[in-house]
T-cell receptor, first 116, second 116 residues
Framework: AQSVAQPEDQVNVAEGNPLTVKCTYS??????LFWYVQYPNRGLQFLLK??????LVKGSYGFEAEFNKSQTSFHLKKPSALVSDSALYFC??????????????FGTGTQLKVEL | DAEITQSPRHKITETGRQVTLACHQT?????MFWYRQDLGHGLRLIHY???????NKGEVSDGYSVSRSNTEDLPLTLESAASSQTSVYFC???????????????FGEGSRLTVL
């Protein structure tokens, strides 16, 4: 079975400071990993994904994520946070061994709050 | 532009009533999914479909059903609504693995259901 854990319900950061939102995963084989963002009263939007290759993945809105196989982690990062980054962030995983269909398992979400 | 739409966006119903939430996508995606979002649980998969006439149960399928008669639509039915089914429901779609994509889901804006 595949799963992801987001250990922090909320992350607070000052605007201009770097931010990190943590995610760890568990899969039987090799993972496909994703980050999504949700703004209030909206659906989830895709931010970035790791499939294979470079462990540092760049995505939308200046976000990036670092895949670490030994620590089974895929933390979301941004060098300089903006107030407009305040939203709910979800990590998701797909186990390559599950075959077709792209069924994703989501974490419980981390609320990011960026303050002036 | 291709899109995925859900209706109704908000619904209030009574315990025991049948409710159907509509999902329509114009991406021509084979894969469609229904998730529910609850505080502390993140997104949990209810049902999913890999193509016309194909439906599968997710992790929280009890009390829900879906049918897939065409590519564009995957309606979610609550046969006899219960208060525990008060939630925000999201429909999503993606291309099939066979197409060579890596699984991004495209989400609708959500349907907020309250069961009194």
């Amino acid at each position: 079975a595949q799963s992801v854990a987001q250990p922090e319900d909320q992350v607070n950061v000052a605007e201009g400071n770097p931010l990190t939102v943590k995610c760890t995963y568990s899969v039987s084989g090799n993972p496909y990993l994703f980050w999504y963002v949700q703004y209030p009263n909206r659906g989830l939007q895709f931010l970035l994904k790791y499939i294979t290759g470079d462990n540092l993945v760049k995505g939308s809105y200046g976000f990036e994520a670092e895949f670490n196989k030994s620590q089974t982690s895929f933390h979301l990062k941004k060098p300089s946070a903006l107030v407009s980054d305040s939203a709910l962030y979800f990590c998701a995983v797909r186990d390559i061994l599950t075959g077709g269909g792209n069924k994703l398992t989501f974490g419980t979400g981390t609320q990011l709050k960026v303050e002036l | 532009d291709a899109e995925i739409t859900q209706s109704p966006r908000h619904k209030i119903t009574e315990t025991g009533r049948q409710v159907t939430l509509a999902c329509h996508q114009t991406w021509n995606h084979n894969n469609m999914f229904w998730y529910r979002q609850d505080l502390g649980h993140g997104l949990r998969l209810i049902h999913y479909s890999y193509g016309v006439q194909d439906t599968n149960k997710g992790e929280v399928s009890d009390g829900y059903s879906v049918s897939r008669s065409n590519t564009e639509d995957l309606p979610l039915t609550l046969e006899s609504a219960a208060s525990s089914q008060t939630s925000v429901y999201f429909c999503a779609s993606s291309e099939s693995w066979a197409s060579g994509t890596t699984g991004e889901l495209f989400f609708g804006e959500g349907s907020r259901l309250t069961v009194l």
